[in-house]
């Protein structure tokens, strides 16, 4: 069973940046790849950010694509998302999850492990 804290959300101005964090605990962390989705009030849980095993390679959600960076650290049981340029659109809960799977994961039902997510507010 692998445990998932999210840390480092909280209230910013647009144009700013946050940077979250993902600490894993239970299990073998190099063994998931990780991404990050939101959730954001009345909408679905929308796909941000993945990265592989390794960490060789990433993809990003369209909404996002050129403003954030997903990273891990595989030592730290880690996984980061640098989030700049904020908008107040990027309003939302933010979930850290975990997939046993090789590759890119960007699907939610294909998610084994999630986090109970950090709020990002956004004001304009």
């Known amino acids: 069973q692998v445990q998932l804290v999210e840390s480092g959300g909280g209230l910013v101005q647009a144009g700013g940046s946050l940077r979250l964090s993902c600490a894993a605990s239970g299990g073998t962390f190099s063994r998931y790849a990780m991404a990050w989705f939101r959730q954001a009030p009345g909408k679905e849980r929308e796909f941000v950010a993945a990265?592989?095993?390794?960490?060789?390679?990433?993809y990003y959600g369209d909404s996002v694509k050129g403003r954030f960076t997903i990273s891990r650290e595989n030592a730290k049981n880690t996984v980061y998302l640098q989030m700049n340029s904020l908008k107040s659109e990027d309003t939302a809960v933010y979930f850290c999850?975990?997939?046993?799977?090789?590759?890119?994961?960007?699907?939610?039902?294909?998610?084994?492990?999630w986090g109970q997510g950090t709020q990002v507010t956004v004001s304009s």
């Open positions: 990265i592989t095993r390794s960490g060789g390679t990433t």
């Open positions: 999850a975990a997939a046993d799977a090789m590759g890119i994961i960007t699907i939610s039902r294909r998610i084994d492990y």
